[in-house]
């Protein structure tokens, strides 16, 4: 009975495996640590111990030698059949690396640049810098403490933790003296604390009070009636100062004029301003044994009244001179102008002549002949122009006066001239039944005679001939001449001065007959 061929088969199976664990002894525990999980290797090297013990009465197995042929080409297809399961599987997973432990929370270092911002009679501001050095914990917040100076009663005085870097330690004692320290904290515990180097006194720092008046009140503050008046003026000084005001050096009347003061500033108002509330103003704000001081100038003004008096002065010619007084009610301001206006008593419309005019004095010029005129005049000031005019009682008459005419005395010049053709006549030709006109111009003074001839004969008053003279223009007009007009015509001119004769020929021709018409 022959030995069984699957120990030889499964130990020519593993010798691959370890040829090929030598090729990478350098590989990494994760890649063999697959190889030994296998349960293909283990199955391979139990199946020759099981072997290794053949039963009692069998032959002895052949030595390993004789056998490794066939074995051989048994393992191969083996081998081959199993290559592509190897070849298909997913590589095995990585194990990971162990976590390594958390690092220790540690608390930050202390906060830094810790001082006093501000304090009053009841309360300490302070304020600080973040710890240098956070770490990986953070930082939740701060816990700022107190105690009394001389004692290490450390107390919280923030139920939760306070997040800014600026603190205001209120309800306080005033004239204690308190020691402060602030804590930063997270999740590693409390920082080393930082505190000031001195117990702080609880008690508002003096500091002297000073008015800033703005400049537009620097000058004098001018109001119309009837305006409202508010006008804030800041002031600074510490603890708050006490404000009072007067008027003129007299105390304010708080039913004409409202006071109110805050921290920073106090404001005087006015619901209606009226004249009397004109005067000098005084703001004093006092600290203790300290005091500062400001004035203020208030102006209320209106429109001023009407001249105290105006008269007519003179009157010549074409003028009127006129004078005034100043009005009695200047609006509680200077007066700018006046202005003077007219009015014809014929239709009682008023005309401004003058207007801005500084004078007290005036004179109207360019006055109509004839006319009777009133004036009147108005005072202005910044506010306006008055409401009312003072007239003149008298009134200024514009007389007329009585002119005389005398003519300018001419020397007579001599335009006598004897008759002289300016234009002569033109020789002319005309046809056989066509009227025709001759035409010639002569100037001279007497006016001339003209006489028209033919042939040295005077023509006349022969209804053939039509003669006509206008403005020197002398023509002839011959109408529908025959064979026997033709001629030499003349036309001569004679006055007082002389004579003058200017002469032309007229040819008259036969009309021209076509050849049809011959035959």
Same mark, same amino acid.
């Given at each position: 009975?022959?030995?069984?061929?699957?120990?030889?088969?499964?130990?020519?199976?593993?010798?691959?495996?370890?040829?090929?664990?030598?090729?990478?002894?350098?590989?990494?525990?994760?890649?063999?640590? #697959?190889?030994?999980?296998?349960?293909?290797?283990?199955?391979?090297?139990? &199946?020759?111990?099981?072997? &290794?013990?053949?039963?009692?009465? *069998?032959?002895?197995?052949?030595?390993?030698?004789?056998?490794?042929?066939?074995?051989?080409?048994?393992?191969?297809? &083996?081998?081959?059949? /199993?290559?592509? &399961?190897?070849? +298909?599987?997913?590589?095995?997973?990585?194990?990971?690396?162990?976590?390594? #432990?958390?690092?220790?929370?540690?608390?930050?270092?202390?906060?830094?640049?810790?001082?006093? +911002?501000?304090?009053?009679?009841?309360?300490? @501001?302070?304020?600080?810098?973040? #710890?240098?050095?956070?770490?990986?914990?953070?930082?939740?917040?701060? $816990?700022?403490?107190?105690?009394?100076?001389?004692?290490?009663?450390?107390?919280?005085?923030?139920?939760?933790?306070?997040?800014?870097?600026?603190?205001?330690?209120?309800?306080?004692?005033?004239?204690?003296?308190?020691?402060?320290?602030?804590?930063?904290?997270?999740?590693?515990?409390?920082?080393?604390?930082?505190?000031?180097?001195?117990?702080?006194?609880?008690?508002?720092?003096?500091?002297?009070?000073?008015?800033?008046?703005?400049?537009?009140?620097?000058?004098?503050?001018?109001?119309?009636?009837?305006?409202?008046?508010?006008?804030?003026?800041?002031?600074?000084?510490?603890?708050?100062?006490?404000?009072?005001?007067?008027?003129?050096?007299?105390?304010?009347?708080?039913?004409?004029?409202?006071?109110?003061?805050?921290?920073?500033?106090?404001?005087?108002?006015?619901?209606?301003?009226?004249?009397?509330?004109?005067?000098?103003?005084?703001?004093?704000?006092?600290?203790?044994?300290?005091?500062?001081?400001?004035?203020?100038?208030?102006?209320?003004?209106?429109?001023?009244?009407?001249?105290?008096?105006?008269?007519?002065?003179?009157?010549?010619?074409?003028?009127?001179?006129? +004078?005034? @007084?100043?009005?009695?009610?200047?609006?509680?301001?200077?007066? $700018?102008?006046?202005?003077?206006?007219?009015?014809?008593?014929?239709?009682?419309?008023?005309?401004?002549?003058?207007?801005?005019?500084?004078?007290?004095?005036?004179?109207?010029?360019?006055?109509?002949?004839?006319?009777?005129?009133?004036?009147?005049?108005?005072?202005?000031?910044?506010?306006?122009?008055? /409401?009312?005019?003072?007239?003149?009682?008298? *009134?200024?008459?514009?007389?007329?006066?009585?002119? *005389?005419?005398?003519?300018?005395?001419?020397?007579?010049?001599?335009?006598?001239?004897?008759?002289?053709?300016?234009?002569?006549?033109?020789?002319?030709? @005309?046809?056989?039944?066509?009227?025709?006109?001759?035409?010639?111009?002569?100037?001279?003074?007497?006016?001339?005679?003209?006489?028209?001839?033919?042939?040295?004969?005077?023509?006349?008053?022969?209804?053939?001939?039509?003669?006509?003279?206008?403005?020197?223009?002398?023509?002839? /007009?011959?109408?529908?001449?025959?064979?026997?007009?033709?001629?030499?015509?003349?036309?001569?001119?004679?006055?007082?001065?002389? /004579?003058? @004769?200017?002469?032309?020929?007229? *040819?008259?021709?036969?009309?021209?007959?076509?050849?049809? +018409?011959?035959?």
């Amino acid at each position: 009975m022959p030995s069984k061929p699957a120990p030889i088969k499964k130990a020519a199976k593993k010798e691959p495996a370890k040829k090929e664990e030598e090729k990478a002894p350098e590989a990494a525990p994760a890649e063999a640590a #697959p190889a030994e999980a296998s349960p293909a290797p283990a199955e391979v090297e139990a &199946a020759p111990a099981e072997a &290794a013990a053949p039963a009692e009465g *069998e032959p002895t197995p052949p030595p390993a030698d004789a056998a490794a042929a066939p074995a051989a080409e048994e393992v191969a297809p &083996a081998v081959d059949a /199993e290559a592509p &399961a190897d070849a +298909e599987a997913p590589p095995a997973e990585e194990p990971k690396p162990p976590t390594p #432990p958390p690092p220790p929370k540690e608390p930050t270092s202390a906060p830094v640049d810790l001082f006093v +911002e501000d304090k009053n009679d009841t309360s300490v @501001t302070i304020i600080w810098s973040q #710890p240098e050095v956070v770490g990986d914990s953070g930082l939740d917040g701060y $816990t700022i403490e107190i105690c009394k100076d001389g004692t290490e009663d450390w107390k919280a005085v923030n139920e939760e933790l306070q997040k800014s870097c600026r603190f205001v330690i209120k309800n306080q004692t005033t004239g204690d003296r308190l020691k402060i320290r602030v804590v930063a904290v997270n999740a590693g515990g409390r920082s080393p604390p930082v505190a000031l180097p001195e117990a702080v006194l609880v008690k508002e720092v003096a500091n002297r009070p000073k008015v800033r008046l703005p400049r537009f009140l620097r000058q004098r503050y001018v109001a119309n009636v009837g305006e409202k008046i508010n006008l804030s003026i800041p002031f600074t000084g510490k603890p708050k100062p006490v404000v009072t005001w007067t008027k003129d050096g007299q105390p304010l009347d708080t039913k004409r004029v409202n006071i109110r003061s805050t921290d920073r500033d106090s404001i005087l108002f006015i619901r209606t301003a009226e004249r009397d509330d004109s005067g000098v103003y005084e703001m004093c704000v006092k600290v203790e044994d300290f005091e500062d001081k400001a004035s203020l100038i208030l102006q209320i003004v209106e429109l001023p009244g009407p001249p105290a008096s105006v008269k007519i002065v003179d009157t010549w010619g074409f003028n009127v001179a006129l +004078e005034w @007084t100043a009005p009695k009610d200047n609006g509680n301001t200077e007066i $700018t102008g006046y202005t003077v206006q007219k009015a014809d008593k014929k239709t009682g419309d008023w005309f401004t002549v003058l207007d801005h005019y500084h004078r007290l004095n005036a004179t109207i010029s360019d006055l109509i002949m004839g006319n009777i005129y009133k004036f009147r005049v108005f005072a202005e000031n910044k506010v306006g122009i008055s /409401e009312s005019a003072t007239v003149a009682k008298e *009134e200024a008459k514009i007389l007329k006066t009585a002119i *005389e005419y005398k003519p300018p005395e001419y020397k007579e010049r001599d335009f006598t001239e004897a008759p002289k053709f300016t234009t002569s006549l033109n020789d002319r030709a @005309t046809t056989v039944g066509y009227s025709t006109k001759l035409l010639c111009s002569v100037r001279g003074f007497p006016k001339p005679k003209v006489i028209w001839m033919k042939n040295q004969m005077i023509i006349g008053d022969d209804p053939k001939y039509r003669q006509v003279c206008v403005q020197g223009i002398c023509t002839l /007009e011959i109408r529908k001449p025959g064979n026997f007009d033709g001629g030499v015509y003349s036309c001569k001119a004679k006055n007082t001065l002389g /004579e003058a @004769t200017v002469s032309c020929k007229l *040819e008259v021709k036969q009309p021209v007959v076509p050849d049809s +018409e011959k035959k």
